[in-house]
């Protein structure tokens, strides 16, 4: 009788405790990206906050080997393209420019598959630049 009891009881045990497992694919920055908004917030000597919404032909491809090219475009017309390295840790993203004169560190604030929006913050002599860019894929 006790066997009859028990074998139910495991069962349900068994049947309970087995989840179906959700673990996503975690977003990747890997990609090509359409940027569509860049913002641009400026506080201390000088204020402004002004938002842009860039051209189609706009972009940044961030490669698996950590390389990557930025492309910035305005009324179609290619302004500048640029490769760069970069390096994600957690939501942080660093990027660095070819020749190592720029380093810019953001912050991942959106990334899903099909949507990013890096967040970065620089404060020097007394002003302090926030920019947000919005890219889709």
Do not use: H
């Given at each position: 009788?006790?066997?009859?009891l028990i074998l139910?009881?495991l ?5 309970t405790s087995c989840?179906k ?10 990609g090509k ?19 842009v919404?860039?051209s189609a032909?706009?972009?940044m491809q961030?490669n698996?080997?950590g390389t990557g ?5 305005m009324?179609?017309?290619p302004l ?15 990027i660095?420019?070819?020749d ?12 899903t598959?099909t ?6 913050k ?8 926030e ?5 889709k894929?």
């Amino acid at each position: 009788m006790k066997i009859k009891l028990i074998l139910p009881v495991l069962f349900l045990l068994f049947v309970t405790s087995c989840k179906k497992n959700d673990d996503a694919t975690p977003a990747t920055v890997v990609g090509k990206w359409s940027l569509t908004k860049l913002r641009s917030k400026v506080t201390g000597a000088m204020n402004m906050d002004i938002t842009v919404a860039l051209s189609a032909s706009s972009y940044m491809q961030f490669n698996a080997d950590g390389t990557g090219i930025s492309s910035s475009a305005m009324d179609g017309q290619p302004l500048t393209t640029e490769k760069f390295t970069y390096k994600v840790s957690g939501t942080k993203i660093t990027i660095t420019s070819e020749d190592k004169t720029e380093v810019t560190e953001g912050e991942l604030q959106t990334l899903t598959s099909t949507d990013l929006l890096i967040y970065s913050k620089e404060s020097a002599g007394g002003t302090t630049s926030e920019t947000w860019v919005t890219g889709k894929k």
